[in-house]
């Protein structure tokens, strides 16, 4: 079992960045990965990662966006640069034990209760 809490969140104007945070409490999970959800749109995988440093992005944030993780720490962090205003959503963290760095909501167990991001042009 592990608890994931996000942090980071905040409100921003186009152009900048935030980095948001994911501590896991209990044994972290191999396979991690950001989702993001806005009002009326479905959930949507942003990035992910294995415990190897394996890593993949959703197109909409690649080279804009970067995964890393913190073993000693048992966090996961998201850097965002270069925000827009269509990245608002709900940020949520996820784990998993199996599946591979899949972007698919449905491959993962384990959910943050999420923390908001809001750009503004």
């Known amino acids: 079992q592990v608890r994931l809490v996000e942090s980071g969140g905040g409100s921003v104007q186009a152009g900048g960045s935030l980095r948001l945070s994911c501590a896991a409490f209990?044994?972290?999970?191999?396979?991690m990965a950001w989702f993001r959800q806005a009002p009326g749109k479905q959930r949507e995988g942003v990035a992910a990662?294995?415990?190897?440093?394996?890593?993949s992005y959703a197109d909409s944030v690649e080279g804009r966006f970067t995964i890393s993780q913190d073993n000693a720490k048992s966090t996961l962090y998201l850097q965002m640069n270069s925000l827009k205003p269509e990245d608002s959503a709900m940020y949520y963290c996820?784990?998993?034990?199996?599946?591979?760095?899949?972007?698919?909501?449905?491959?993962?167990?384990?959910w943050g209760q999420g923390t908001q991001v809001t750009v503004s042009s």
């Open positions: 990662l294995d415990s190897d440093g394996r890593k």
């Open positions: 996820a784990g998993s034990w199996a599946g591979g760095t899949s972007l698919l909501s449905l491959r993962y167990n384990a």
């Open positions: 209990g044994y972290m999970p191999y396979y």
